[in-house]
């Protein structure tokens, strides 16, 4: 039987914190853990370091690792440090697109469409943005940007009680997308910054019941 790594407990780990498996507060014991996935502390204490920097899990004071909850204003300032790091990482990869690099992001959208879960379309969300990142250069900024995308993600699922689905997103990305093919990096930028505020404006309007698609 092939040995567990890390890598494998922080897929399942991430998996069950997405699905709402494992809600936020809960705490994750280290021991229990290894016993359940037949390994040692040590990939269980990888793993959970891996889930904390991508703002899944925090440590706390006498409970060690939980599974991260964030209020909304904390929810706000994720956002803002967001739009901070994708604008930067869409400014420095702008001049160095193709029509090979763009039919790459575009490809991804069409997946998008074909998708049918939210799950999936967070996960193409993710790599459409990445996608046009990616030419910056600039790993750790793109580490960084993946990680907190995947943090804000869930939070953002579980303050906002209703969703219009893809659309949405979809029509901005779309609109992204086309501003990167035209050469107008300015007017990307600003529609960047402006698909991130939309989850901002979605958040502080949840409780009337009102929301709209995670960027």
Not at 10 to 19: E, K
Not at 117 to 143: C, T
Not at 184 to 207: F, P
Request: proline fraction near 4%; glycine fraction near 6%; aromatic fraction near 4%.
């Amino acid at each position: 039987m092939a040995k567990v790594t890390s890598v494998q407990v922080v897929a399942v780990l991430r998996a069950r914190i997405l699905s709402g498996a494992l809600p936020g507060g809960l705490q994750l014991k280290q021991e229990q853990l290894a016993q359940e996935f037949g390994v040692s502390r040590i990939p269980v204490r990888e793993a959970l370091k891996s889930l904390e920097a991508e703002g899944l899990v925090r440590h706390e004071l006498y409970k060690g690792a939980v599974v991260a909850s964030s209020s909304v204003d904390e929810m706000i300032e994720m956002l803002d440090i967001r739009i901070a790091l994708e604008t930067r990482a869409l400014r420095l990869a702008f001049p160095h697109y193709t029509p090979a690099l763009l039919d790459a992001a575009q490809a991804i959208l069409k997946q998008y469409d074909a998708a049918e879960s939210p799950r999936e379309w967070s996960d193409f969300n993710i790599q459409f943005h990445l996608a046009l990142y990616q030419p910056a250069n600039k790993p750790r900024l793109l580490q960084m940007i993946e990680n907190l995308t995947r943090g804000t993600d869930r939070q953002v699922h579980l303050h906002i009680s209703r969703t219009v689905g893809r659309d949405h997103p979809q029509s901005e990305h779309f609109a992204l997308l086309e501003a990167c093919r035209r050469g107008e990096m300015e007017k990307a930028m600003d529609l960047l910054e402006s698909h991130i505020a939309g989850t901002q404006a979605a958040l502080l309007r949840a409780g009337s019941g009102v929301g709209q698609g995670a960027a």
